[in-house]
């Protein structure tokens, strides 16, 4: 039998042998991401910290695919590791590296010394290092100069709806004058939307002479079930619905947050399969380069699209949610172009889907709105590649991506805050939205800007940074939760005019 001391003395060799063979291995690699294998001399200390209840167990991945468990983090626990950028880790709950914790990955960069692990409400901190001993900081941009805090606790929630009634069901808020239609359920279907705390919800049937039940909407909770004493569910939707709640009070115990998104039968939705940008710290700078030109004339493409390629950054204005700041994704003549297009389709926006009870006309959102097609023109093709080289997605066509949202909003028009995903019954979801400003506010008070209530730390935070510049933001968590902070609003119209235009990007595909 071995005894714990040999068992110790096993542990720490074994540790020792992956340290030394998985970085010295390491240190030639792939620095540009497109295959090309270089010596990297820029070998440091980086800070990995734990900010869970509970411990993780910390993996760095190599460029096949497989991981290598390197530390054990308890709780409030942090190790330094020499590593080199660009080199891969991922922490987990269990030892098996099945259960991957927020962010679902860290991707070392170059003058980053610490990461952190945890809810992704929770302040990231610095791990303390001496100053003698701490490695070169990154210099972080200010805020960017579009970005103002709102400065107002706002008292959005929102809601999941589940019908546990076998006949078809109606939803209505309660506005005190017979109610507002808000969509329609069958049996296990569930439907999402955003409220406030205290707004009343009413569910009846199709013919509205039986109300089935009446729900007051609170901050610490989500799920809210419609049932009929007289019609019982049957005992696979309740064993199922019984699964969900359990699940949502562990994840809620381990990360602070509740669980918003898709239970099914094999559990929670999946972490997202497409690219994340890192957005540890805000003023954090990305760079990204298109082979996508500007576009300055309609004409043939050696003529009228510009032959130097396009260097776009994406500055992060926001960590939670994740936000960030692209200026000039697109050149005047490009945002011609695509008004142009959009405006004779104009139509009155709506919301709601099919899953839902259909589209619908509703006082929340009051602009018009058109939708264009990626083969609209040679022109809308290259905004398309373009915003597949800035995000990091292969392709963006009809498997996974709308067709281009044009938004057009006058003189008191505007969108209530609402999220851009949604819980209808399938994991597919709305992972990523790209939205591209087509106007300037013609004075800082003309109103139009994009608010994110809960942004902030919850004091709020608005921004347009001007036409021809774009904002991109993650309605997904890294570990496929809907994030409820990006919550988000166009605000009304004082002067002037304002033209939107947006990609909506789902992951994996397309529902």
Known sequence: MVGPRAKLLFGVLTLCILFFSTFTLGANVDVQGDGTIVENDDEGIVNFVNNYNSLIHLFWEGSDGKAVKMAVLSRSGSVGLNTFPNHVFFATFDAEATQRVNPSQVIVEEGVDYYAFGPVHGHISPLPVAKETAAPVAVARPIHHSVKLLNSRTTAVSAKFRSLIPEPIKIWYENNQGGSFQGSLSLGKEYTLNTYEGHVFFFTNEEKTVEFARHVMRKDQVLYLVSDPKSPAPAELLAHTAR???????????????????????????????????????????????????????????????????????????????????ENFLSDFEVDEIISIA?????????????????????????????????????????????????????????????????????????????????????????????????????????????????????GFKVHPGKGSAVLFYNLLEDGNGDDLALHAALPIVRGEKWLANFWVWDPQRR
Not at 252 to 271: D, E, S, T
Not at 388 to 399: M, S
Not at 442 to 448: E, S, T, Y
Request: charged share 20%.
């Open 244 to 326: 969900e709640q359990e699940f949502m009070a562990q994840y809620l115990k381990r990360n602070g947050i509740q669980w918003r998104h898709y239970f099914g039968p094999n559990g929670p939705r999946p972490p997202p399969s497409l690219f994340m940008w890192p957005a540890s710290h805000i003023g954090q700078v990305h760079t990204v380069t298109s082979t996508e030109g500007y576009w300055t004339c309609r004409g043939p493409k050696k003529i009228c699209q510009t032959t130097p390629s396009v260097n776009l950054e994406l500055q992060v204005v926001s960590t939670a949610p994740k936000a960030f700041i692209i």
């Open 343 to 459: 405006q004779p389709q104009i139509k009155v926006s709506t919301v709601g889907n099919k899953d839902g009870g259909g589209a619908r006309q509703d006082s929340t959102r009051t602009s018009h709105n058109a939708w264009v097609g990626r083969r609209a023109s040679v022109i809308v093709e290259s905004l398309f590649v373009r915003a597949e080289h800035l995000l990091r997605i292969e392709r963006l066509d009809q498997k996974n991506t709308e067709d281009m949202q044009v938004v057009h909003y006058e003189h008191g028009q505007k969108y209530d805050s609402h999220h851009d995903w949604g819980v209808s019954g399938y994991p597919e979801s709305r992972f990523i939205t790209l939205l591209l400003y087509l106007s300037d506010m013609v004075d800082p008070v003309a109103g139009g800007e994009t608010a994110f209530p809960k942004g902030a730390d919850g004091a």
